[in-house]
Nanobody
Framework: QVQLVESGGGLVQAGGSLRLSCSAS????????LGWSRQAPGKQRELVAS???????NYADSVKGRFTISRDNAKNTVHLQMNSLKPEDTAVYYC??????????????WGQGTQVTVSS
């Protein structure tokens, strides 16, 4: 089992920035890819950013150029720097351990989530 604990959510005005952090513990040996997903009210969950153990990153089109994912393997942490936030970024954000299903990375483990609210 892997435990993921997020922090850093909150309320911010449009155009502002937030930095989310996630700490992984438990059975973390062998974890390769980590990521962040989000779920807005009435919408499906969306994987917005991923990063492999080697540092390769991938982003959803909706956040490219505004969000940056990074990780510290020594501390078992992953971060999401969110800039130029928009009201449509409002969602609960989840930290994920990802697995590759042959087509792409998908969430395997989930944190408890942290609320991000962007006011207009």
């Amino acid at each position: 089992q892997v435990q993921l604990v997020e922090s850093g959510g909150g309320l911010v005005q449009a155009g502002g920035s937030l930095r989310l952090s996630c700490s992984a513990s438990g059975s973390i040996l062998g974890i390769n890819a980590l990521g962040w997903s989000r779920q807005a009210p009435g919408k499906q969950r969306e994987l917005v950013a991923s990063i492999t153990g080697g540092g390769s990153t991938n982003y959803a089109d909706s956040v490219k150029g505004r969000f940056t994912i990074s990780r510290d393997n020594a501390k078992n942490t992953v971060h999401l720097q969110m800039n130029s936030l928009k009201p449509e970024d409002t969602a609960v954000y989840y930290c994920n351990v990802l697995v590759h299903n042959g087509l792409g990375y998908v969430p395997d483990y989930w944190g408890q989530g942290t609320q991000v609210t962007v006011s207009s």
